[in-house]
DNA sequence: GCATTAACACGTA
DNA sequence: TACGTGTTAATGC
C-alpha cells in the first residue's frame, strides 16, 4: 500500500475541503521503520497522529517485573496515536513494529487546526473512538468468556476488521509467538489452537504467517 | 485440569 | 547463524 492509497482509503480525508487537503498531503510525513523499531515510546510527548501505511504494529506495554503485555494489534490502513494528542499528555503506551512497516505522519498543529474548523473531522473521530471502545470491550468479555482457541480466533478477526477492503490482503505476516502476545496466552497455547482452527478450515498455517479462509467463522468460534 | 515455562530438534530466511 | 515452529516434559495455579 501506497500513501496516496491509505488516504484515499482514509474516510476522515474525503470530508475535508480541497485547501485542507491540500494542507494534509503537504505537512504529512512518511516514515519507515524497521522490524522491532519503535514508532513511539510510553513517556514521549505527542507530536503526530499516525497512520499506517504497510506492515504491522502493536500497542505495547511492559510491567515492572518486565513482562511485556500486548494490548492491540494494528494492520495497514489504520489511523491511530489520536488519544494522546486530545488529551494533550505524553504517550501513554510503546507503539512497536512486528515487521518493517511505512507509517504516515500527521504533525499536531495539523491535526488540532482540522478539530478545530471541520466538523466531519470531529464526527470521524468520534466514530473511530466509539469504534476502539467497542473493540476494547470486545476483548475484555472475549477474555472472561471465551475459550483459549476462540479468543485466538477474534484476535486474528479483529485485526481485519479494522480493514477497510477485507479482501485485498487475507494473509498476516506474524508470528505465533505474538500471536500469543495478542491473544493473551504462551506461544506454545497459540500453536495448539491454530492447529485446532486450521483442522476447522478456518485458516491454514505457514512459516511465519497465516492465511485467513473465513473470517466470519473466526469471529464466530 | 489446564496453561505456562523450559527445553530440544528441525526447518527456513 | 538467527529465528520461527512443532513437540514434549516438568511446574504452577
Given at each position: 500500500m501506497r500513501i496516496d492509497d491509505l488516504l484515499d482509503g482514509s474516510?476522515?480525508?474525503?470530508?475535508?475541503?480541497?485547501?485542507?487537503?491540500?494542507?494534509?498531503?503537504?505537512?504529512?510525513?512518511?516514515?519507515?521503520?524497521?522490524?522491532?523499531g519503535f514508532v513511539c515510546h510510553r513517556?514521549?510527548?505527542?507530536?503526530?497522529?499516525?497512520?499506517?501505511?504497510?506492515?504491522?504494529?502493536?500497542?505495547?506495554?511492559?510491567?515492572?517485573?518486565?513482562?511485556?503485555?500486548?494490548?492491540?494489534?494494528?494492520?495497514?490502513g489504520v489511523w491511530f496515536g489520536e488519544g494522546s494528542?486530545?488529551?494533550?499528555?505524553?504517550?501513554?503506551?510503546?507503539?512497536?513494529?512486528?515487521?518493517?512497516?511505512?507509517?504516515?505522519?500527521?504533525?499536531?498543529?495539523?491535526?488540532?487546526?482540522?478539530?478545530?474548523n471541520n466538523l466531519s473531522f470531529n464526527r470521524y473521530l468520534i466514530d473511530l473512538l466509539n469504534n476502539r471502545l467497542g473493540q476494547f470491550i470486545a476483548a475484555v468479555e472475549n477474555e472472561r468468556l471465551l475459550d483459549v482457541e476462540a479468543r485466538v480466533a477474534r484476535s486474528l478477526a479483529s485485526m481485519?476488521?479494522?480493514q477497510l477492503s477485507p479482501k485485498i490482503n487475507q494473509t498476516l505476516q506474524i508470528s505465533q509467538e505474538e500471536l500469543g502476545h495478542?491473544?493473551?496466552?504462551?506461544?506454545?497455547?497459540?500453536?495448539?489452537?491454530?492447529?485446532?482452527?486450521?483442522?476447522?478450515?478456518?485458516?491454514?498455517?505457514?512459516?511465519?504467517?497465516?492465511?485467513?479462509?473465513?473470517l466470519d467463522g473466526l469471529k464466530d468460534f
Amino acid at each position: 500500500m501506497r500513501i496516496d492509497d491509505l488516504l484515499d482509503g482514509s474516510l476522515w480525508i474525503h470530508g475535508l475541503t480541497k485547501e485542507e487537503q491540500e494542507v494534509v498531503r503537504k505537512e504529512m510525513i512518511v516514515k519507515v521503520i524497521p522490524a522491532d523499531g519503535f514508532v513511539c515510546h510510553r513517556g514521549e510527548t505527542s507530536d503526530y497522529w499516525f497512520g499506517l501505511i504497510s506492515g504491522l504494529v502493536k500497542m505495547n506495554n511492559v510491567s515492572l517485573t518486565g513482562k511485556a503485555v500486548t494490548l492491540l494489534g494494528i494492520p495497514a490502513g489504520v489511523w491511530f496515536g489520536e488519544g494522546s494528542l486530545l488529551k494533550n499528555e505524553p504517550r501513554k503506551y510503546d507503539v512497536v513494529a512486528l515487521r518493517q512497516s511505512e507509517l504516515a505522519l500527521l504533525p499536531k498543529a495539523v491535526f488540532n487546526w482540522l478539530l478545530e474548523n471541520n466538523l466531519s473531522f470531529n464526527r470521524y473521530l468520534i466514530d473511530l473512538l466509539n469504534n476502539r471502545l467497542g473493540q476494547f470491550i470486545a476483548a475484555v468479555e472475549n477474555e472472561r468468556l471465551l475459550d483459549v482457541e476462540a479468543r485466538v480466533a477474534r484476535s486474528l478477526a479483529s485485526m481485519f476488521e479494522t480493514q477497510l477492503s477485507p479482501k485485498i490482503n487475507q494473509t498476516l505476516q506474524i508470528s505465533q509467538e505474538e500471536l500469543g502476545h495478542l491473544a493473551g496466552v504462551s506461544r506454545q497455547r497459540a500453536n495448539a489452537a491454530l492447529k485446532i482452527l486450521e483442522e476447522n478450515g478456518l485458516l491454514t498455517v505457514n512459516y511465519g504467517e497465516i492465511k485467513i479462509l473465513d473470517l466470519d467463522g473466526l469471529k464466530d468460534f
